[in-house]
């Protein structure tokens, strides 16, 4: 069983920033990709973020140049810098890992982190 949680979330005005924190743990022998995703009230959840085991990352256009992804493959651990936030940001954001145990693959999602950008 791998377990996700996440950390960060919070309010914040528009124009600045949030760090979310995602740690894996678990009989984890191997992570592959790493995604952030968000879902807005009323919305479909939606691709925010992405990262490679080779640190390949993709983001989604309305991210793009304000938010960077990063991993701690020591920590087991996904990372979403969030600059210069906008209140279309606002959503729950939820982590999402692919990978190998020993004996299996695994896909683990995140319970979700609310982020809240208001005036």
């Known amino acids: 069983q791998v377990q996700l949680v996440e950390s960060g979330g919070g309010l914040v005005q528009p124009g600045g920033s949030l760090r979310l924190s995602c740690a894996a743990s678990g009989n984890i022998f191997s992570i592959n990709g790493m995604y952030w995703y968000r879902q807005a009230p009323g919305k479909q959840r939606e691709l925010v973020a992405s990262?490679?085991?080779?640190?390949?990352?993709n983001y989604a256009e309305s991210v793009n140049g304000r938010f960077t992804i990063s991993r701690d493959n020591a920590k087991n651990t996904v990372y979403l810098q969030m600059n210069s936030l906008k209140p279309e940001d606002t959503a729950v954001y939820y982590c999402?890992?692919?990978?190998?145990?020993?004996?299996?693959?695994?896909?683990?999602w995140g319970q979700g982190t609310q982020v809240t950008v208001s005036s």
């Open positions: 999402k890992i692919e990978g190998r145990t020993w004996s299996r693959s695994f896909t683990s």
């Open positions: 990262i490679t085991s080779r640190d390949r990352t």
